[in-house]
């Protein structure tokens, strides 16, 4: 783990994130719970249940994971930017 103690502007990123992220799991209670209320049971998706996992293996899986997400997210934004910029060239 890096010990190099991160700058002002970097914690208050990780707490505008983690406040974005309780603002999402707020929506997303909400809309849940309005729509088991509209429609029949078992209409909204599950997540697939988690599969067993051999402790020994966790750290490679969750890194690769992680770069997943991360390319993902990468992809995400490039693709948010463009399309709040519609006359940008990047």
Do not use: C, H
């Amino acid at each position: 783990m890096n010990d190099t103690p991160m700058t002002k502007w970097q914690r208050d990123a990780l707490k505008t994130f983690r406040e974005q992220q309780e603002a999402y799991l707020e929506a997303i209670d909400v809309w849940r719970k309005s729509v088991g209320a509209s429609t029949t049971v078992g209409a909204v998706p599950t997540t697939p249940p988690a599969p067993a996992w051999d402790p020994s293996e966790a750290v490679g899986a969750n890194t690769a994971f992680m770069e997943a997400i991360f390319k993902q997210q990468q992809e995400f934004l490039v693709r948010m930017t463009q399309a709040l910029n519609p006359g940008s060239s990047k």
